[in-house]
């Protein structure tokens, strides 16, 4: 069975930096492209960022471009969310998914909850 | 970037009831569309692929169609546990965006 845990979230200032981490199991990691997504408070989902499964290619919405870092540790079965510069409009649950380059998201982690506030 | 418009926005129907969901997107993607079921509290989850292919082991309730800008999906017969929000989503090409959701009350 596939089980996807992210890790990581928490209570920041703007302007600080997070680093999220989901950790895949149940299916050959290296194989599978990866996806974030996240969702604000009452709001709806929001692609966030995809990589590949040998991280030859990763893509990033405007919104965090420039700013996030997806990464992963096909060793370790490890996708990653290297995020810098935080304003309180990243404030969200952030998911992790399998796929992204050539299915949809499938399956999705329970999430990490990021609150970015003063 | 490709806008998909989800309509209508709420629907509220009672359990036996069909329901059908509507995603526009502004800018032809094939059968690159996928649909997703959220429910209060939880992550979602993929129900529909490629605009008309059920994800492993949803009911058959459950059906997608459309290709190009205009897609629907369908639940056959309302459940009460189908009160949820469905979203699309697509992959034709770079950034991936999703709608804004439908409210299913049932």
Redesign the interface.
């Known amino acids: 069975e596939v089980h996807l845990v992210e890790s990581g979230g928490g209570f920041v200032q703007p302007g600080g930096s997070l680093r999220l981490s989901c950790a895949a199991s149940g299916f050959i990691f290296s194989n599978y492209a990866m ?1 974030w ?1 996240r969702q604000a408070p009452g709001k ?4 966030v960022s ?1 990589i590949s499964g040998g991280s030859a290619s990763s ?4 919104s965090v471009r420039g700013r996030f870092t997806i990464s992963r540790d096909n060793s370790k079965n490890t996708l990653h969310l290297q995020m810098n510069s935080l304003g309180v409009e990243d404030t969200a649950v952030y ?1 992790c998914a399998k796929g ?12 990490t909850l990021v609150t970015v506030s003063s | ?1 490709i806008v998909l418009t989800q309509s209508p926005a709420t629907l509220s129907l009672s359990p036996g009831e069909r329901a059908t969901l509507s995603c526009r997107a502004s800018q032809g993607i094939a059968n690159f569309l ?1 649909w ?1 079921q ?1 429910k209060p509290g939880q ?4 129900l ?3 605009a008309s292919n059920r ?1 492993t082991g949803i009911p058959a309730r459950f059906s997608g169609s459309g290709s190009g800008t205009d897609f629907t999906l369908t639940i056959s017969s309302l459940e009460p546990e189908d009160s949820a ?1 469905y ?1 699309c ?1 697509h ?1 034709g090409n ?8 439908t409210k299913v009350e049932i």
């Open positions: 996806t997504v709806g989902l929001e692609w995809s893509y990033y919405a405007d998911y992204g380059y050539d299915n949809g998201f499938d399956p999705w982690g329970q999430g | 970037e996928a997703y959220q992550a979602p989850r993929l529909i692929n490629d994800a929000v979203y989503q992959r770079w950034p991936r965006t999703f709608g804004r959701g």
